[in-house]
């Protein structure tokens, strides 16, 4: 695996909750009698009545199936739900994160199709070009009260004019986490004070981290780096991605965005020319919770992780810092969902995981249920879920990054072009002689695959 971090299988519970909040079949019985799409199941009006024809939905996927019995597990509440509403099941079928793309396909051509994938954003359009999946415009009304909140989003990712994958939510997954005795220890403002003052942004962050990165035994050594990061869960805040997307699908290479090229030298001066940043990303979170760096810039999940020094007040979090002279907190984000394999055999089911998924987000009842559980396994105070809500509101400009899925740009070369800038030192100057005709091969590829799926 290239990147660890992005990879870490999520366990709590809470997880969930980080992005519950600004979203606001057959009848339970014998689960092989067909129902109309139309009306609503139990009185509850979110929630469509759907044809399941089996007990069991296989999803493919790289989470531990232990998931589905413990009671702190994201999956155990859908796979609660779904049996309540839908009564029907999850199953999973185990692969790995990189092997996912071979395993849908070899399931898929033998005809033992799962009914769900799990989703990552290297496998998007891939799959679609591919063959590998459904598209969900006879199943899912995205104007209906369930859905009408996430229908730009996902009028955003159609292709050919159709709905491939059903987007859940999208929410903001950029954290910048700091050990707050470092901050108390200085006397420093911390980053959670200079967004409150409107003054939080990339070079107080480097100010910041000079002032943090300390050699403790003067032996000539850095002990204690300003911060850590892997770049690309940093570069997305300058506001533009590596490609463009044109309505009809394909890419245009946009790896020489002005932009881009600030934030890439930002990446190269922290650890280069300043020194405040630890270069060594692949041991982020670890080198964070040692303390041997003073702020983490990371994924939300990461929260998670940290419950017990979040509850101690030993760590804290802020929003993400904008890019100098912009209007806008840019900031990356995940959208959430599961794709439909071509072939399914349980689309029905399918689709019920999906609504339920949704209905977590959108039942009033539900979301305080799952809140309240979240407080009683965490401890987070009030101030903790401000934050997260403000964090998931309009305040900040989402931004999914789209190159992720340029052929195998995402797979391979970019992970490449990481190390290199990030890790050793080489400037974006070169980089960028070197990896935008990378680029555009994987871009000339994908946009051959945008014309053949166009033609069909």
């Known amino acids: 695996m290239r990147r660890i971090i992005l990879k870490k299988i999520i366990s709590l519970m809470v997880v969930l909750l980080i992005v519950l909040s600004v979203f606001v079949g057959c009848q339970n019985g014998n689960n092989n009698k067909s129902s109309s799409e139309a009306g609503n199941i139990n009185g509850d009006l979110l929630l469509p009545k759907l044809n399941i024809t089996e007990e069991k939905v296989t999803y493919l996927t790289w989470d531990s199936s232990s998931g589905l019995t413990d009671p702190n597990n994201y999956f155990y509440e859908i796979n609660n739900l779904m049996k309540q509403k839908y009564n029907c099941e999850l199953e999973f079928i185990r692969t790995t994160y990189a092997e996912l793309p071979t395993k849908v396909a070899q399931m898929v ?50 292709i050919n004019g159709k709905y491939y994958f059903p987007i859940s939510q999208i929410h903001n997954d950029s954290f910048l986490f700091y050990n707050v005795k470092m901050f108390e220890d200085l006397a420093l403002d911390t980053p959670l004070d200079l967004y409150k003052k409107g003054e939080w942004t990339w070079s107080k962050m480097i100010e910041l981290a000079n002032q943090l990165t300390v050699d403790t035994n003067g032996d000539g050594k850095t002990d204690v780096y300003g911060f850590t990061m892997h770049p690309i869960d940093f570069y997305i805040s300058c506001g533009s991605d590596f490609v463009k997307t044109q309505p009809d699908g394909e890419f245009i290479n946009n790896i020489d965005d002005p932009n881009l090229a600030k934030a890439m030298n930002f990446v190269y001066n922290t650890g280069y020319k300043d020194e405040c940043r630890d270069t060594n990303f692949g041991n982020a979170i670890q080198a964070f919770t040692k303390g041997t760096t003073a702020m983490l810039w990371g994924a939300a999940w990461i929260l998670s992780t940290f419950s017990d020094q979040m509850e101690k007040g030993e760590f804290a979090f802020a929003p993400t810092p904008k890019m100098d002279n912009s209007n806008n907190y840019y900031v990356q984000s995940r959208i959430e969902g599961a794709w439909i394999a071509k072939g399914a055999k349980n689309p029905g089911g399918a689709i019920a995981y999906t609504v339920i998924t949704r209905y977590m987000l959108v039942d009033a009842t539900t979301k305080q249920r799952l809140r309240e559980k979240d407080t009683r396994l965490t401890g987070f105070t009030p101030d903790i879920y401000n934050l997260q809500d403000e964090m998931d509101s309009s305040k900040f400009t989402f931004v999914v990054p789209r190159m992720l899925g340029v052929g195998n740009w995402g797979n391979d070369q970019m992970w490449i072009m990481w190390n290199e800038i990030g890790q050793f030192g080489d400037p974006w100057s070169t980089c960028i002689q070197k990896y935008s005709p990378l680029l555009q091969s994987e871009i000339d590829n994908a946009n051959s695959n945008v014309k053949a799926q166009t033609k069909k």
């Open 109 to 158: 051509m033998s005809g033992s199709s799962p009914d769900l994938i799990k989703y990552k954003g290297q496998d998007f359009p891939n799959f679609i070009y591919n063959d590998l999946v459904q598209p969900i415009d006879s199943y899912i009304n995205f104007d209906t009260p369930l859905w009408q909140n996430v229908k730009a989003v996902n009028d955003q990712y159609k």
